[in-house]
Structure formats: C-alpha cells, structure tokens
C-alpha cells in the first residue's frame, strides 16, 4: 500500500471511529503522571477495569515516587495480585520509584529516552505517559492496535516498534494519541480477538479481513 492511500485509509478509519465513540482519553483512572505511570505498567495483560478497582488503595498508600520506593515487595505484591503477574510488576514498579527519586529528583521525566530508562517501561508505557500526561504526540501500540492494524492490511507486522513507526509517519502527530485510543476501545467492543464483529464494523469497508470474509 503506498503511503499516501495508507494516510488517506488511517484519516478514514480515525472519523469512522471519532464518530461512533466520541473523542477518547486514557481509560486509566488517574491524577498525576506518577500515578498514569504506575497504572499503566499494572495494565500490561489486565483489563483497565480491573486495574482502576486496584489502584485507589494503590494511590492511597503510594501517592507519590518518594512513598513506592519505599513500599514492602510482600504488601505491594499483595495490593496489585487481582492485576496478574503481580512479582513483576511490583518489582518493576518499586525500582522505577526508586530511579525517578535518584534521578529524575522525584519527578516523572517526559522524554522517550527517559521513560524507557526506567524498568518495566517499554514505548508503549512511555507513549501512554507523554501523550496523556504531558500533551507529547504518542502511539501506543497495544494488542488490539496491532491487531487490528494487521487485519485491516494497514501493516504487515507484530513489531510494535515498527508499527507505531509505520502509523506515526501516515498520520498528523495531532492524531496519534487518540488514534490509538480509538483503536483499542474498538478492539475492545466491536473487533475482540475471538469473536470480531464485522458485520457490523464501522470500518469494514477498510478492512482487508472483512474484505475476504464478503462482509
């Protein structure tokens, strides 16, 4: 696909989906980029309700880089176990507290480079973090982005970095964070893994898959 009929298929897709979900923000209950920080690596293979239950008592005990640094591996673990994975996830949380207090002097830096520095922060953390908290154009690439982006023919690849790439250099900046919002709330309610929704599909009509099943 050449990239200008890639840039006109992704301009599409966006108003199909702005127009059937309204304009999207992270679903990741928060106030403060530490705290966006936190819950997005809790996200990683769990559901964003599962992790907005969790993280009240979480913000509560932890508001800030200063207090999780200091947290008991044993009581985090304990808080975060319903989000899964929870030694991994306590570990990396703790010890990326503890890199923005020696660091980055408490505070959450707002750079890619920064970001990936700290554990358990890949690109898609750090593009969640920079598009939401610090207004940085961002595309996460989550499970349904890359997906659906596959399905739709739009890439040819399960590397989100060379998703996001091939995404970023199609769309306007100004698009990026949303785009990927609305791509995932649409992964989540018309197009899930097991059982897409096609014939129903606000952009079926942009849809390599749909296509070849004659939807």
Request: glycine share 6%; net charge positive.
């Amino acid at each position: 696909m050449k990239k200008s009929e890639l840039r006109q298929n992704l301009l599409k897709m966006h108003s199909a989906l702005l127009a059937a979900y309204g304009p999207q923000e992270c679903c990741l209950d928060h106030a403060t980029p530490f705290q966006l920080l936190m819950a997005t690596i809790l996200s990683a293979q769990c559901t964003d309700k599962k992790v907005n239950s969790v993280t009240p008592e979480l913000f509560r005990r932890y508001p800030s880089p200063e207090e999780m640094a200091g947290a008991d591996p044993a009581e985090l673990e304990n808080l975060i176990h319903p989000c899964g994975f929870y030694h991994a996830k306590a570990k990396n949380m703790i010890a990326a507290s503890k890199k923005i207090v020696s660091d980055f002097d408490g505070r959450v830096p707002d750079s890619m480079d920064a970001l990936t520095s700290l554990p358990g922060v890949g690109r898609k953390t750090a593009n969640v973090v920079l598009g939401d908290s610090f207004g940085v154009p961002g595309l996460p690439v989550d499970t349904h982005v890359k997906r659906i982006m596959n399905l739709t023919g739009a890439v040819h690849s399960d590397d989100p970095v060379a998703i996001e790439a091939v995404l970023c250099s199609a769309l306007p900046p100004g698009l990026w964070a949303e785009f990927s919002h609305l791509v995932i709330i649409h992964g989540r309610n018309r197009c899930p893994a097991r059982r897409p929704g096609c014939a129903n599909c606000e952009i079926r009509g942009l849809c390599r898959h749909a296509k070849t099943k004659g939807v």
